[in-house]
Each structure stands twice: as structure tokens, then as C-alpha cells.
């Protein structure tokens, strides 16, 4: 898949960021602050919209919806965008309780929360794609910048089966690594997370065995270190020695990264790797229509790919009974599903954008969202 994007395009996401700068120097509410901010075009660039939309959700939409946001504002004057990244889980809850009018979730609705949700919209609620990432595995150990581990090792680090950075399944895979006889301490999400339910997916699937929970939003193990949505993980991983923990890439920075093992090759957490696992994994074929939801392959052996993976979503409804929410909810995530909106948060999150398929499907998708 190609990633690369024509400078118009990269332009775009260039301005929305700046946008969203601009706007943050002047409000009471910036960037960095609290979760509310502006976003990018939308189908409606003439400025034609008006009135204002919530969402709750996602801590790794984050900076995406940053970037989306100030694109939408921009070329929608009369738009507040509002967004709470209070995870995953409780976006989900707020949608299904009507206190959002869409949700970000790093996993798509269950069985009971498309019925649950279904009472509140009055008709299907849909799950759209719209952010491809992949989750790093982030670790900070003294003079070790980066590792080689197996789903497996990874699965034995996290169930606490792996205690020490210098175990033989840790110096197997990394014979070039200076490791020290320290103790490994793994730290989880505190807060329902769909970043914690892929991780937990891929370590099922792909674990070999040694991870026996299946995947949840809700860290299955008692007690451990733990941090509250992505920026509450990573300052926990950065505040301790000899720490290791999962995130959205993108919120990395200078810590540690792993790369896991697929097939016989190493592969690390980038954009273009992400985009070959999603490449090779089919759709949920028991969803609704326009409900677009992507089974990741966690196992598989394509080359370049990295499972580790989250496939982020928006959540609406299919029909609102508010004509003109509709409108505003329609425009926002068909500008996030647009080639601008999807360059927009890779410059600002590094995500891959979503491959032409599964674009003309959330686009469609998007499109079809009315108002009663």
C-alpha cells in the first residue's frame, strides 16, 4: 500500500494543525488543557454547517482528532467540535446513554451495545472506521533502546510468568542486547481501554498459549503497576526503571520500542506495517450495513506486517432524530474518512491511512448517516 501523499494534500493537514494552534492561542479552552479543540474540512467546505457536536472517547485518537477537528472548524466557522478522550469503554457508554452524540472507540460495539445503542439512536448504530495505528510496546531500560520479542515472551512479561530482563526467552531473540538481572514491571491500563482489548486480542491469539485470558477492555490481571488512559501509561512506563507497558504509537516518544516476531522476521511498530495487517485481515461479514468492522489477523505471516494493531472507530448513529446533528456528525466523519482528513492525522498521529477499500467503505458508510 502506498503511504505516501501528494504535497497538496500534506498541505492540508499542515493548515488544520495550524488551525488548531491558532485557535488554541485564543481560547479558554487549548490544545493540551482539555480535549476540546477544532477540526479539518468536512464534505461541506463551503462553511455551510452550523451548531455544535460532542464526542467521547479514544485517549489514541487523541492528536488525530486534534488535527481533524481544526481542519472541520476551519472550514466550518459556525462548527463546535467538542471531545472528551475519556477512553474507549466510557465513549461507548456515553453514546449508548445519549450524553454523545458519536463515540471514539478503539473497538467496534459488542452484540449488546449495538441493541443497547440502538434504543437510544431509535435506529442502527454504525461503527465507522476512521484510524489505523499501530500499539507500540514501550519499555525503559538504562542503555536498551530498542528489543526483539515474541507474542509469546511478551505474554509471559505481562502475565508475570517473565520476571527478569535478562531470562533466556529475552536473551534469545536480542544475543546483541546488554540486559541487566533487574526485575520486569509491567504496566497496564487502569481504565476501560480499547487499546488494552487489542492488546489482550493479540496476546491471545498470537501468544502460543501463554496468554489465557481472552481479549477485554478491562485489564483481566489483579494488582501491578498501572496508568490511567494513554498519557497516565506512558508517564508511568517513564517514571519507573526496568518498565514495560503497551500504547498507540504515536504516543511513544523516546521510550524503548519492541519489535515482535512474524513469521521468522522482527517487525517494528510503524504506519506502513500497520497497513499491511490490516491488507491481510478480513471483515466481520455478521455486521449490519454500513456498520464496517475489520477482524485484525493476529497471526498472520505477511510479510511487513505488524497484527499489533488497533483499528480505531467512530460510532453514530445511522439515523439521528436531529436533522441538523446529523448533518454535523455526517460532515465531520466523511471529511476524517477523506484523503485530507486521513493525511491530516498521520501528520499529526503517524497513523496509516485507511487502504482504498476500507476508505470507500467508511466513506460510504458516512454518507449514508441521515436525519429522521
Known amino acids: 500500500m502506498k503511504l505516501s501523499l501528494p504535497s497538496r494534500v500534506g498541505a492540508v493537514a499542515l493548515a488544520g494543525v495550524l488551525a488548531l494552534s491558532l485557535t488554541a492561542c485564543g481560547s479558554d479552552d487549548p490544545v493540551g488543557d482539555s480535549p476540546s479543540a477544532s477540526g479539518t474540512t468536512g464534505g461541506n467546505g463551503g462553511g455551510s454547517l452550523s451548531g455544535e457536536i460532542n464526542g467521547v472517547g479514544s485517549s489514541a485518537q487523541e492528536k ?25 469503554s466510557a465513549g461507548r457508554t456515553q453514546f449508548i446513554e445519549g450524553g454523545a452524540d458519536w463515540a471514539g472507540s478503539d473497538s467496534a460495539l459488542k452484540p449488546e451495545e449495538l441493541t443497547q445503542a440502538k434504543e437510544t439512536c431509535k435506529s442502527d448504530a454504525i461503527d465507522i472506521p476512521v484510524y489505523v495505528s499501530p500499539i507500540a510496546v514501550v519499555f525503559n531500560l538504562d542503555g536498551v533502546t530498542s528489543l526483539n520479542l515474541s507474542a509469546e515472551t511478551i505474554a509471559k512479561i505481562f502475565s508475570g510468568k517473565i520476571t527478569k530482563w535478562d531470562d533466556e526467552a529475552i536473551k534469545a531473540d536480542n544475543p546483541d542486547a546488554t540486559l541487566p538481572s533487574s526485575d520486569i514491571t509491567p504496566v497496564h491500563r487502569q481504565d476501560g481501554s480499547g487499546t488494552t482489548k487489542n492488546f489482550t486480542d493479540y496476546l491471545n491469539k498470537a501468544g502460543n498459549g501463554a496468554w489465557a485470558d481472552e481479549a477485554g477492555d478491562d485489564w483481566p ?20 526503571q526496568g518498565t514495560i507497558g503497551y500504547a498507540d504509537e504515536s504516543a511513544a516518544g523516546s521510550l524503548g520500542k519492541v519489535s515482535i516476531k512474524v513469521g521468522d522476521a522482527f517487525v517494528g511498530p510503524t504506519a506502513e506495517a500497520a497497513a499491511v495487517a490490516v491488507d491481510a485481515s478480513p471483515r466481520d461479514d455478521t455486521r ?85
Open 64 to 88: 488525530a482528532m486534534d488535527a481533524w477537528r481544526a481542519g472541520f472548524q476551519s472550514a466550518n466557522p459556525d462548527v463546535t467540535v467538542n471531545y472528551d478522550p475519556q477512553g474507549s
Open 221 to 240: 490481571l489483579q494488582g501491578g503497576e498501572s496508568g490511567t488512559g494513554t498519557s497516565g501509561l506512558i508517564q508511568a512506563v517513564q517514571g519507573g
Open 288 to 372: 449490519g450495513t454500513n456498520d464496517v468492522v475489520v477482524k485484525v489477523d493476529r497471526t498472520t505471516t505477511a510479510a511487513g506486517a505488524y497484527p499489533l494493531i488497533l483499528v480505531s472507530y467512530a460510532v453514530a448513529c445511522s439515523t439521528y432524530p436531529d436533522a441538523a446533528k446529523a448533518d454535523l456528525v455526517k460532515g465531520l466523519i466523511s471529511f476524517i474518512v477523506s484523503p485530507e482528513g486521513q493525511a491530516a492525522s498521520q501528520a499529526a498521529a503517524g497513523s496509516a491511512p485507511l487502504p482504498d477499500a476500507l476508505a470507500a467503505d467508511a466513506k460510504t458508510a458516512a454518507d449514508a448517516i441521515k436525519g429522521a
